[in-house]
Each structure stands twice: as structure tokens, then as C-alpha cells.
């Protein structure tokens, strides 16, 4: 257990034994944003100081808002697993990790309590600042792990983190007919949206063909930014909500 001063005044020290140096000394520029999917936020929080979980966060924040530090931000948490965004996999040494207490899809996926996620979005603004963090670089576990994993869902609160300066995001499109892929399509309209996830951040493989990978990832998204209908088409709700969201980058040039 190390002791350390937290680095977030709010935050109350709880030391997990669970982490390690930074690969290459990095720094994160990353924040990773879970739901613990367990009954209890005391079981969750108990099992991230365990030895024997293996496993940790940076930040834990429970129902009420209160806020627990349980590895020091210059250390790497153990969150992320196996992971990817923009070509790196290392992504624990990348980020900051913080669970947020929710029973999540196993418990019925409750909502956040209004209190709670305004701590979310404090300590993420306050981070962000301290460590030069981009908006577009605050992301869902299910972003950098589609398929493995689906915290914190598709009912976190994105677009209102988005209105307290927290994110990127846009408003998405309206979900009407018209054409769509899914899995088995083939073609260059495929390659085309798996290009534009992959610009994006994901570990989409570009080979025109719609396969399982394709459609985690389309989930992925749409769990994140076009999240009332989350089930791996991309109609053209979908693909126009990813191509504004890509052009309303900063970086975003064709
Ligand atoms: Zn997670």
C-alpha cells in the first residue's frame, strides 16, 4: 500500500496496492471513464484495494459525489485491460482511470444521480486542466475495449458532461430510414465508415468488409454518441453523426 497525497484536494485517499510506473515514464493524457457494475459501490470500492483483484482505478466516485483516490495520478492504474485508441494499447499508461459506483447493465443500468456525475465533471474539468487533457480524449471504457466491454453505458450522461466542458460531442442525427450497412456488407462505403471510426480513435480494421470487429465498434459509438439506438448498424444516423463529430475536430482536416 503506498501512502500519497491526493492530487485532487476533494478527494479522500484510499491506497490500492494495485499499480505501476508509467511505460516510458509518460504522461497520461487520457481520462477513462467506467462504471463499476457491482451491487454495491462498498463491494466495488473493496475489491479495487484488494491485492488480489489485480485491478484499480485512479478515481472513484460514489453515489453521492464524495470522491475517493486510490492510486496516485503519476502512477498507472490498473482500469483499461486490453485496449486500444489511436494505435496505442497501453492504455492505462496513457490515461487516468475513474470508476464511477453504478450496478450498470448487470444491476438494470440505474441512473446516475445528478450528484455524482457533477463530481464526475468537476474532477474530470480539474484534470483536464492540470494535465493539458483534450476533450476528444475523455472517453468510455467501451470506446478503447468495444465488445469486451460496455461501461459506463449508454445511458452516461455524454451531451450534459459535453455542456459542463467536459467531451467532445455533437448533437446526433435524427434516426430516419434510408441506407444502411451491417454485418456481412462488403464494398467502399464500408471501408469508408471503417476509415472515418478509425480517424476517430478506434481499432477499426479497414478491409471493407462489415465483420463482428466492424460491428463492436459501430456499437461502441453509438453507446457513446448516437446512444438511443445501440445496436451495431450503421444507418445513416450513424455515419453522419460520426463524420460531425470528426469535422468538429480541432485537428480535423481532409
Ligand atoms: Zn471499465
Redesign the pocket.
Known amino acids: 500500500m503506498t501512502l500519497f497525497d491526493c492530487d485532487y484536494a476533494a478527494a479522500r485517499s484510499v491506497p490500492s496496492p494495485n499499480h505501476g510506473e508509467r511505460a516510458g515514464g509518460r504522461s497520461p493524457d487520457m481520462i477513462?471513464l467506467?462504471?463499476t457494475?457491482m451491487e454495491t459501490a462498498a463491494s466495488a470500492l473493496n475489491w479495487l484495494c484488494r491485492e488480489e483483484s489485480q485491478v484499480s482505478c485512479h478515481y472513484f466516485v460514489h453515489e453521492d459525489g464524495r470522491i475517493d483516490q486510490l492510486v496516485s495520478e503519476n502512477r498507472r492504474a490498473w482500469?483499461?485491460?486490453r485496449s486500444s485508441w489511436k494505435g496505442e494499447t497501453d492504455i492505462n499508461s496513457a490515461s487516468i482511470?475513474v470508476?464511477i459506483a453504478n450496478p450498470g447493465h448487470p444491476g438494470g443500468l440505474p441512473d446516475f444521480p445528478v450528484a455524482q456525475i457533477e463530481a464526475v465533471a468537476e474532477l474530470c474539468r480539474n484534470c483536464g486542466d492540470r494535465w493539458s487533457i483534450a476533450p476528444e480524449r475523455v472517453l468510455a471504457?467501451?470506446d478503447v475495449?468495444p465488445i469486451r466491454?460496455v461501461?459506463?453505458g449508454e445511458k452516461f450522461p455524454w451531451k450534459w458532461l459535453h455542456q459542463q466542458g467536459v467531451g467532445h460531442w455533437v448533437e446526433p442525427t435524427e434516426i430516419r430510414g434510408g441506407r444502411f450497412f451491417q454485418r456481412g456488407d462488403e464494398g467502399q462505403p464500408v471501408e469508408a465508415l471503417q476509415s472515418m471510426l478509425s480517424l476517430y480513435g478506434y481499432a477499426t480494421e479497414i478491409t471493407g468488409i462489415f465483420n463482428d470487429k466492424t460491428e463492436g465498434d459501430v456499437a461502441a459509438f453509438q453507446r457513446h454518441f448516437r446512444q438511443a439506438q445501440v445496436d451495431g448498424i450503421a444507418d445513416m444516423s450513424t455515419i453522419d453523426t460520426l463524420h460531425r463529430l470528426l469535422s468538429a475536430l480541432p485537428s480535423f482536416s481532409v
Open positions: 477513462i467506467h462504471y457494475g482500469h483499461a485491460g482511470g470508476e471504457h467501451s475495449a466491454k461501461d459506463p
